[in-house]
């Protein structure tokens, strides 16, 4: 019996300079289910667009990576993004979640490190550095490995409505989902951040540099 092929992603890669486009590329190789499409910034949006649905790599500085994730978030539908930079935590953002970013790695990420990203994106979940939780890493601490993010791309949004008190209703309303579905959602934040109240989990949720108030 043939074994099933590994399906196909197209993944648009955005650099701020040429050196930096051909090194995620060479990184990028080492999949041959990948499709790897080089374009600039002033350009993806309509590149992406154009090789939806498709994940996006951005490779800036965070106010670089602010300006194209608004570009891309005008089009018709918001490709997820992988953001690659010197200052994670300065990228992950409120605006930048809510925008469509999944990932937030440092701008030196290895090829295991951007595969992990790209299946976590796929599977609807986030990637994070432990920079971007909790600002840059000392030398005493650098290599200490940080507990794993594992929040849903949809559990992090209802975490962010708990944070702005929104009642389970509400949620519900906004995300056009039942209210079962929320409960269902909240308990699981709740399970994950090891909180026994909505308060304890928004605040724990602040406290990982998940979500900001």
Known sequence: MTPARQPRVTIVVVAESP???????ALLRRDPAARIVITSASQAETVAAEHAPCIVIL????PAVARAVERLASAPRMPPVIVLTTAPHDAWTARA?????RAVLRHDAGAEELEAAIAATQAGLLALHPDALHGASTPATASTAAAPVTLTVRELEVLEMMAEGMSN???ARHLKISSHT????VASVLGKLGARSRTEAVTAGIRHGLISL
Not at 19 to 25: K, V
Not at 59 to 62: D, E, G, Q, R, V
Not at 182 to 185: E, M, P
């Open 182 to 185: 929320v409960k269902f959602h």
């Open 169 to 171: 209703r509400a949620i």
């Open 59 to 62: 490779s800036m500085s965070p």
């Open 97 to 101: 979640r809510r925008s469509g970013v």
């Open 19 to 25: 050196l930096a486009g051909a090194r995620i590329e």
